[in-house]
Nanobody
Framework: QVQLVESGGGLVQPGGSLRLSCAAS????????MGWYRQGPGKERELVAA???????NYADSVKGRITIFRDNAKNTVYLQMNSLKPEDTAVYYC???????????????WGQGTQVTVSS
């Protein structure tokens, strides 16, 4: 089994910053990719940013230039540095990881429990 534990959400004023973190633990042979999704009120879940094992990153157009994803491979942890936050960034943010467990060649998809980010004055 694999667990993803998120932290760092909260309430922030427009223009402010937050850093989210997500640590993966358990039966991990290799992490192929980690990323962050979000689901705002009345909206579908959408990709915010992702980083693959080689270090390449992918961002939603709405967050480019404001949000950075980076990873500490030694700690199996991914971070989301969010700057210049806007009210429309308000959402529950979910960590996602594509992981291969020991003894299998199969990639499995894991989700964190979600952390609330609220941008409001």
């Amino acid at each position: 089994q694999v667990q993803l534990v998120e932290s760092g959400g909260g309430l922030v004023q427009p223009g402010g910053s937050l850093r989210l973190s997500c640590a993966a633990s358990g039966r991990i042979f290799r992490i192929n990719a980690m990323g962050w999704y979000r689901q705002g009120p009345g909206k579908e879940r959408e990709l915010v940013a992702a980083i693959i094992s080689g270090g390449n990153t992918n961002y939603a157009d709405s967050v480019k230039g404001r949000i950075t994803i980076f990873r500490d491979n030694a700690k199996n942890t991914v971070y989301l540095q969010m700057n210049s936050l806007k009210p429309e960034d308000t959402a529950v943010y979910y960590c996602n990881a594509r992981i291969i467990e020991p003894g299998t060649l199969l990639e499995a998809n894991y989700w964190g429990q979600g952390t609330q980010v609220t941008v409001s004055s």
